[in-house]
């Protein structure tokens, strides 16, 4: 697996693409995770958050066949950034210096709760859902040809140039360019310098492999996508169901 | 008398503001045939693939497909494109899309084939490669040996008559090397016209019988790999060395001629060659 060390990215990238649940459907579930992340933040409750953070990853433990370890490292970076973010809102200023009042205190947990599930709703499709499914789905809901065009070249020589940018590295690193702060700024700067060239001279040698197979100016391919089954469709249902009457109960009875 | 798939006859390729890249160019290639293409770097075989398949238009002299002159028209450039495949060096110049399935549809598409039609060259293609269980993967998941297959599948899909393929040996391990061994043995068997440029001697001795040598722009000879690796002066001018079995051959016996260029013909030839047993002698 050539790019499988290459960063967060590829990582989503080969999860996706060995996971159990890449055969079903990416239209059933787009609509699905779009429809849960809406509820988790409309609902502004932090017991809808947490529900969903809680279903999310046990869905990508369990079907999904995620290991622990993968998910904790997956939500290590949005959980740094919620800490920090939830921090200003839960400290607030009063005469006499900073405070944690109780009211603080509940804003910054709905706040971080119903972040969580959100993220935990993007993780879930992404960890689900190779790209080109959801390219693919994106072109048949008739997003314009030239984002969905554009869609496919990022995501395609996104892998090719961060092979070659990790290949540069290495070689710059080998070579002590990367000993000490200065010298890593000079190296970095000639490595993207070289990768902005790299790219060029790709883009060239591309177009030409376009037009020797008769390329005409759109950019076509056989695409076959998972169907839409009965069974994920009901069981999409059901959650929703679930939510829904978890939704009306916390209102009821938790305060948020 | 049949006419070939490809004659060039008198080409001519200069890039801007630099000397030629190809001079007065004149060879051609019939059905079935295989050919490798030798020479040192920038002797202009690069220029010579991108004329024959019609990346570039030669700035005097003809090309013929089929025995047709092409013109300078967009509608006889796409009947080269369609007719003459190249596969490039580098997998990763080649590889466009996605996923496997649909970079192999990329050319059929692009010849406004009904999509049935395109179904069934995708499926063909992907068999006779043997990548068939592989065609929801993303490219970025297969191997060198797998990517520089699924990029012959690519041109296999628009059914050319003559495929050229630079370096392919390039950057492959030996096992993969007998693969490709193998799967252009499948083309020829095909009835598929083939033309490798290389700087692999040995590759080239098993894989051709004619050979075309590129130096300084020109084409130094065109004409069987026995008779071409016979001539020091000519592989002294083209930095071109002899096939190991030649070599091992001709340390045997030198001053000898047909010397044998691959592991088959060296067998038979040492055979034929070993000194008889003399009787009493330990």
């Not at chain 1, 599930?117 to 859902?129: D, E, Q």
């Not at chain 1, 395609?156 to 002590?176: D, G, I, P």
């Not at chain 1, 759109?218 to 169901?241: D, E, I, K, N, S």
């Not at chain 2, 130096?215 to 002899?242: I, M, T």
Request: with cysteine; glycine share 8%; net charge positive.
């Amino acid at each position: 697996m050539a790019h499988a060390h290459s960063g967060g990215l590829a990582m989503l990238d080969t999860l996706a693409a060995r996971s159990p649940l890449r055969g079903v459907s990416p239209a059933l579930k787009l609509l699905f995770t779009l429809t849960v992340l809406f509820a988790a933040i409309a609902a502004a409750h932090w017991a809808a958050g947490l529900f969903v953070f809680l279903t999310m990853v046990l869905a990508m433990a369990l079907p999904g066949r995620l290991a622990p370890g993968k998910i904790l490292a997956l939500f290590c970076a949005p959980l740094l950034f919620l800490v920090v973010g939830c921090a200003v809102v839960l400290v607030e200023w009063r005469p006499g210096g900073f405070a944690v009042t109780e009211a603080s205190a509940l804003a910054a947990g709905t706040l971080f709760l119903q972040a969580l599930g959100a993220v935990s709703c993007l993780f879930f499709f992404s960890t689900t859902t190779p790209m080109p499914q959801l390219i693919e789905v994106l072109r048949r809901w008739k997003l314009p040809e030239v984002v969905i065009e554009l869609m496919y070249l990022i995501y395609r020589y996104l892998f090719v140039l961060l092979t070659v940018q990790r290949q540069m590295t290495l070689s710059a690193t080998a070579r002590l360019g990367y000993r000490g702060f200065r010298r890593s700024v000079v190296t970095a700067g000639k490595v993207s310098g070289n990768l902005l060239a790299a790219s060029f001279r790709r883009s060239r040698a591309c177009y030409d492999a376009m037009e020797a197979r008769c390329y005409d100016g759109r950019l076509a391919f056989l695409a076959t996508v998972p169907p839409v089954r009965r069974r994920h469709v009901t069981l999409a249902l059901l959650y929703l169901a679930v939510l829904a009457a978890v939704l009306v109960v916390c209102k009821e009875v938790l305060p948020g | 008398m049949t006419e070939p798939i490809l004659r060039l006859e008198g080409v001519c390729y200069a890039y801007p503001d630099s000397p030629p890249a190809v001079e007065q160019l004149s060879c051609s290639i019939a059905a079935g045939e295989r050919v490798a293409v030798m020479g040192r770097n920038g002797a202009g075989k690069s220029t010579f693939f991108l004329l024959c398949c019609g990346l570039l238009q030669p700035q005097e002299g003809a090309i013929y497909l089929h025995g047709r002159k092409l013109r300078h028209h967009k509608a006889d450039r796409l009947e080269l494109h369609r007719r003459v495949g190249v596969v490039f060096q580098e997998a990763e110049d080649q590889i466009l899309s996605v996923t496997v399935e649909g970079e192999v549809s990329f050319g059929p598409m692009n010849l406004n084939l009904p999509l049935a039609e395109v179904e069934r060259r995708t499926v063909d293609a992907l068999a006779a490669m043997g990548l068939t269980d592989y065609r929801q993967r993303q490219p970025q998941f297969l191997s060198g040996g797998e990517k520089k297959r699924l990029t012959i599948a690519d041109i296999l899909a628009m059914e050319p008559d003559l495929i050229l393929l630079d370096e392919p040996t390039a950057s492959l391990d030996p096992e993969n090397v007998a693969r490709l061994e193998e799967t252009l043995q499948k083309l020829t068997d095909a009835g598929i016209a083939l033309m490798v440029s290389t700087h692999d001697v040995d590759f080239a001795a098993r894989f051709a019988r004619r050979g075309l040598v590129f130096s300084h722009s020109r084409l130094l000879a065109d004409e069987p790999l026995a008779e071409l690796f016979g001539r020091d002066d000519l592989l002294r001018e083209a930095g071109l060395k002899k096939p190991s079995y030649y070599q091992a051959a001709e340390a045997m016996e030198p001053g000898q001629t047909g010397y044998p260029l691959t592991l088959a013909q060296f067998t038979r030839w040492a055979a034929a060659h070993k000194a008889p047993r003399t009787e009493g002698v330990r």
